[in-house]
């Protein structure tokens, strides 16, 4: 489980091609590694992924086919990626729950400055268009983010400087695409209104 909250940007230095998949060596951009062992969970651009190696700065992650095809960012060298360590129990939660499995992958149709700020218009897929609601969080890249407008599958988010500055969401431009992690709340509520109207009588 994580929070959204990026502690640092890596960037993919080396992919090594595996039977089903790839070997990323990731350099993890001044992430604290001090307390990061074999087999911890590390989230890249809102990917879960398992550290299977550590060298120095560097970290390894074995990503299969299944999660390439559906995700964007893991698959080519020189590629920023933003990482968080996965929760403790004791640790703030400064963003929302996230769980590090990417719902789907989202288009940018607009990234633009407003005053200090940036305008970040994204078109989510169909099938999860409908969990993302005005105010709500979602995750983009693995950073949490509040929704200002919905309109239709289209939303609106505003960046505030520093979340430019230390993510890889100031590479974006319109007809970029992006990981989309939708708000776990939510999975749950249409779960049980579902669940509620299997088992209402039929009339």
């Known amino acids: 489980m994580f929070s959204g909250i990026v502690a640092a940007c890596g960037r993919i230095e080396r992919i090594t091609p595996l039977a089903d998949g790839v070997r990323l060596t990731v350099d993890s951009g001044g992430l604290d590694l001090s307390d990061v062992i074999i087999g911890d969970s590390i989230a890249n651009s809102g990917v879960c992924l398992t550290v299977i190696g550590i060298d120095g700065p560097r970290l390894s992650f074995d990503v299969s086919r299944e999660t390439l095809n559906c995700t964007v960012g893991l698959d080519a060298e020189g590629n920023e990626v933003n990482l968080e360590k996965a929760l403790r129990l004791a640790d703030r939660l400064g963003g929302h ?32 268009a409908g969990y993302i609601a005005k105010k709500g969080s979602v995750t983009v890249n693995g950073v949490s983010l509040t929704v200002n407008r919905v309109d239709g599958r289209d939303f609106s988010i505003n960046l505030i400087p520093h979340t430019v500055a230390v993510t890889n969401l ?31 009588p039929r009339a």
Not at 174 to 196: F, H, K, P, Q, T
């Open 97 to 128: 729950l996230v769980t590090g499995h990417v719902d789907g992958v989202g288009e940018v149709l607009k990234f633009a400055p407003i005053g200090e700020s940036h305008e970040l218009v994204i078109r989510a897929p169909a099938e999860i």
């Open 170 to 200: 100031k590479q974006l431009a319109a007809g970029s695409r992006v990981n989309l992690e939708i708000d776990l709340i939510a999975r749950y509520v249409e779960r049980m209104l579902a669940w509620r109207d299997e088992q209402s």
